[in-house]
């Protein structure tokens, strides 16, 4: 099967780079010109700045030629399979790609407690309570990020800014205030290390598509308001990218589809454009067939030998949960918007995890703030 992700040039690798910066061990390739600037300009100060959502292609199509994220894209490079937060955002700030940390996918099964987890809300899919068997074990996956780390070591130190409370990232409560943050946060002696996440443009994208006037209005501000922030950064490298890009979609409802539900044992999990099936033994051949003859022409349905072959969720030595969490066969939206919707899913308008360059490929924006 073909893999679109570069697992040598992808969030995987930029996060391998600011590993390598900051002393950490890393178990995969680097990007070298990251490399290269961090080596010769030693900045006090490392700004990794994802914006949700914010495809390269998306970008393009918004922003003119002259506008300062488009003169400072330094190329594009591919997110992991699946294009989807919880999978990238997870690389990005691990180093490891999803095979190793088993954040797969927004709904992802868990074989221990023999669930269907929403991941990033601790909840069983479809439900809204917090599933205390999944706290129990959810150690499994890997939590330990590089700001951890780089905090634990001792030498220099990290901090994570989010939208929402975590534990120990700091909270902001909206666009300036995140970046009113993170310049105060530079003024501050010592090397650190600082990830900065904004869960827009995706927020709005999911309701109103990546091509709508509001959407194009958040990326137009996000654009004139970090040039603005960079103005004022001294000693810093400033690396703006996004996890994913997006996709208008047309939704498929399983449950029109009562004869190929009635062979699976579970929901399905991970995306809706990456769809992770688990068959009953005596309709694996006939669910080929029935999967194939129904939704052949917009999704690639592959087997977990395929999957594990092509190594499409990257190389590694897979996190204990992962094979069982990627089922029996793994349908691919590669040239379609389609999604493939059952109980507990999300309706949405536009959304990705998908195989099409909207969805995989991502900006690699580089200001270069270490001259004074």
Same mark, same amino acid.
């Given at each position: 099967?073909?893999?679109?992700?570069?697992?040598?040039?992808?969030?995987?690798?930029?996060?391998?780079?600011?590993?390598?910066?900051?002393?950490?061990?890393?178990?995969?390739?680097?990007?070298?010109?990251?490399?290269?600037?961090?080596?010769? !300009?030693?900045?006090?100060? /490392?700004?990794?700045?994802?914006? #949700?959502? &914010?495809?390269?292609?998306? +970008? %393009?199509? @918004?922003?003119?030629?002259?506008?300062?994220?488009?003169?400072?894209?330094?190329?594009?490079?591919?997110?992991?399979?699946?294009?989807?937060?919880?999978?990238?955002?997870?690389?990005?700030?691990?180093?490891?790609?999803?095979?190793?940390?088993?954040?797969?996918?927004?709904?992802?099964?868990?074989?221990?407690?023999?669930?269907?987890?929403?991941?990033?809300?601790?909840?069983?899919?479809?439900?809204?309570?917090?599933?205390?068997?999944?706290?129990?074990?959810?150690?499994?996956?890997?939590?330990?990020?590089?700001?951890?780390?780089?905090?634990?070591?001792?030498?220099?130190?990290?901090?994570?800014?989010?939208?929402? !409370?975590?534990?120990?990232? /700091?909270?902001?409560?909206?666009? #300036?205030? &995140?970046?009113?943050?993170? +310049? %105060?946060? @530079?003024?501050?002696?010592?090397?650190?290390?600082?990830?900065?996440?904004?869960?827009?443009?995706?927020?709005?994208?999911?309701?109103?598509?990546?091509?709508?006037?509001?959407?194009?209005?958040?990326?137009?501000?996000?654009?004139?308001?970090?040039?603005?922030?960079?103005?004022?950064?001294?000693?810093?490298?400033?690396?703006?990218?996004?996890?994913?890009?997006?996709?208008?979609?047309?939704?498929?409802?399983?449950?029109?589809?009562?004869?190929?539900?009635?062979?699976?044992?579970?929901?399905?999990?991970?995306?809706?454009?990456?769809?992770?099936?688990?068959?009953?033994?005596?309709?694996?051949?006939?669910?080929?067939?029935?999967?194939?003859?129904?939704?052949?022409?917009?999704?690639?349905?592959?087997?977990?030998?395929?999957?594990?072959?092509?190594?499409?969720?990257?190389?590694?030595?897979?996190?204990?949960?992962?094979?069982?969490?990627?089922?029996?066969?793994?349908?691919?939206?590669?040239?379609?918007?389609?999604?493939?919707?059952?109980?507990?899913?999300?309706?949405?308008?536009?959304?990705?995890?998908?195989?099409?360059?909207?969805?995989?490929?991502?900006?690699?924006?580089?200001?270069?703030?270490?001259?004074?």
């Amino acid at each position: 099967m073909n893999v679109k992700n570069n697992y040598n040039e992808c969030l995987t690798n930029l996060a391998c780079s600011i590993r390598k910066y900051f002393g950490l061990e890393y178990h995969h390739g680097t990007l070298p010109y990251i490399d290269k600037i961090l080596e010769e !300009k030693h900045p006090n100060n /490392v700004i990794i700045m994802l914006f #949700d959502g &914010m495809g390269s292609k998306i +970008l %393009d199509r @918004t922003l003119e030629k002259d506008s300062f994220f488009i003169k400072n894209k330094y190329k594009e490079i591919s997110t992991v399979f699946p294009a989807t937060t919880t999978a990238a955002t997870t690389s990005i700030r691990t180093g490891l790609n999803p095979i190793e940390h088993g954040w797969l996918g927004w709904n992802t099964y868990i074989k221990p407690i023999d669930k269907t987890i929403t991941l990033f809300l601790n909840c069983e899919k479809g439900k809204e309570t917090t599933c205390k068997e999944f706290l129990k074990i959810k150690n499994k996956l890997v939590t330990t990020t590089i700001t951890d780390e780089i905090n634990e070591k001792g030498l220099y130190y990290a901090k994570e800014f989010f939208p929402f !409370k975590t534990s120990s990232a /700091v909270l902001y409560s909206n666009l #300036d205030n &995140m970046l009113d943050l993170v +310049l %105060d946060e @530079t003024q501050k002696d010592g090397k650190k290390f600082l990830y900065v996440y904004d869960d827009e443009p995706d927020h709005t994208m999911h309701n109103y598509g990546a091509d709508s006037k509001i959407v194009k209005e958040l990326i137009k501000e996000r654009n004139t308001k970090v040039e603005k922030l960079c103005k004022k950064l001294k000693d810093s490298l400033i690396i703006v990218v996004a996890d994913h890009g997006h996709i208008k979609v047309d939704n498929i409802f399983l449950n029109d589809y009562p004869e190929l539900l009635n062979m699976l044992e579970r929901t399905t999990s991970i995306e809706q454009r990456a769809v992770s099936f688990k068959v009953k033994k005596e309709y694996m051949n006939e669910f080929v067939n029935k999967f194939n003859n129904l939704f052949g022409n917009y999704f690639k349905l592959c087997s977990k030998a395929e999957i594990l072959e092509s190594n499409i969720f990257g190389k590694g030595i897979p996190n204990e949960l992962f094979e069982d969490a990627i089922g029996d066969f793994i349908a691919i939206a590669e040239n379609s918007n389609k999604c493939l919707i059952t109980d507990g899913d999300d309706v949405l308008f536009s959304h990705h995890a998908g195989y099409t360059d909207d969805e995989v490929f991502v900006p690699l924006i580089i200001i270069d703030k270490t001259e004074i």
